[in-house]
């Protein structure tokens, strides 16, 4: 009998905790999921373009000279990525704001930026985005830069940074 009472007891109490703990909630679960990046090709991130020395009799007759090809490189791209637009940007020169400054102790001079088709990539955000197709998980944009006479040029240094940056489609 007192087996009987035991168990009956053990089945009251585990009935009135079950009602004890049959309350019920909600909670949101949220989240974005990210189209993808690319990786910038070793050496890409982080770069220095060096130009040939030019004479400043040469530059003041010429306006420009000694461009340096070059391009940026992105690989690893996420699947499904169609295109990279690259946005270039930095410091205007105060004589001529689609070049960027010199902040070299060279005179009456600033960087030319260009894209492969020779056009101008304005410092000052004028026509400073270039697009190109990600093809093989990778993309690849060809630019030039070098030296553009803004007054009268002095001998000097030459020294100046771009900044660009990338969104993907």
Excluded: K
């Excluded at 040469?58 to 461009?67: E, I, P, Y």
């Excluded at 093809?135 to 944009?141: E, H, P, S």
């Excluded at 771009?162 to 969104?167: E, F, K, L, R």
């Amino acid at each position: 009998m007192m087996r009987t009472f035991l168990v009956a007891m053990g089945t009251a109490v585990l009935a009135i905790h079950a009602s004890a703990v049959a309350a019920q909630t909600q909670f949101d679960i949220t989240g974005e999921i990210d189209p993808g990046t690319c990786q910038w090709a070793v050496g890409d991130d982080d770069r220095t373009i060096t130009f040939d020395p030019i004479d400043a009799s040469v530059l003041n007759a010429n306006g420009s000279g000694n461009f340096q090809t070059f391009s940026l490189t992105l690989q690893n791209c996420a699947p499904g990525m169609t295109s990279a637009t690259f946005v270039f940007g930095g410091t205007s020169d105060t004589s001529d704001p689609l070049r960027f400054l010199n902040t070299g102790s060279a005179h009456g001079t600033a960087v030319e930026l260009e894209s492969a088709d020779n056009l101008n990539i304005g410092a000052n955000g004028t026509n400073n985005s270039r697009t190109v197709p990600v093809i093989d998980n990778g993309a690849v944009i060809a630019l030039r830069a070098g030296y553009w006479r803004v007054g009268a040029v002095t001998a000097g240094s030459v020294s100046s940074v771009a900044t660009v940056s990338v969104t993907y489609q």
